[in-house]
């Protein structure tokens, strides 16, 4: 069983960065791809970002383009997201996924294995 475990959450301002890490357990877990998705009240999971760990190629919806980047550290079994100029719809539980596959998608029901989540508040 792979176990995802995120961190970096936190309150900060408008405008504001914040770096989430998430790292998971296992190195040969048969992992190809990790994305990150938030959760508002009140609304459906959205996706945030994806990368596939062989490249590091990299998939973004428009939402986020120009403001977050997401990386990953092979030797640490651990990916990232640096987050940039935040606002307060960025306000979220944040969730790290991976999947197996190596296709990058954003549909959250193609991830295996998920993280617990990390809140992240954006103050106006």
């Known amino acids: 069983q792979v176990q995802l475990v995120e961190s970096g959450g936190g309150l900060v301002q408008a405008g504001d960065s914040l770096r989430l890490s998430c790292r998971f357990s296992?190195?040969?877990?048969?992992?190809?791809?990790m994305a990150w998705f938030r959760q508002a009240p009140g609304k459906e999971r959205e996706f945030v970002a994806a990368i596939r760990i062989r490249d590091g190629t990299t998939h973004y919806p428009n939402s986020v383009k120009g403001r977050f980047t997401i990386s990953r550290d092979i030797t640490a079994n651990a990916q990232y997201l640096q987050m940039d100029d935040l606002n307060s719809e960025d306000t979220a539980v944040y969730y790290c996924?991976?999947?197996?596959?190596?296709?990058?998608?954003?549909?959250?029901?193609?991830?295996?294995?998920w993280g617990q989540g990390t809140q992240v508040t954006v103050s106006s």
């Open positions: 296992r190195r040969d877990s048969g992992i190809n791809s």
């Open positions: 996924a991976a999947a197996r596959g190596v296709i990058l998608r954003s549909e959250p029901n193609t991830y295996d294995y």
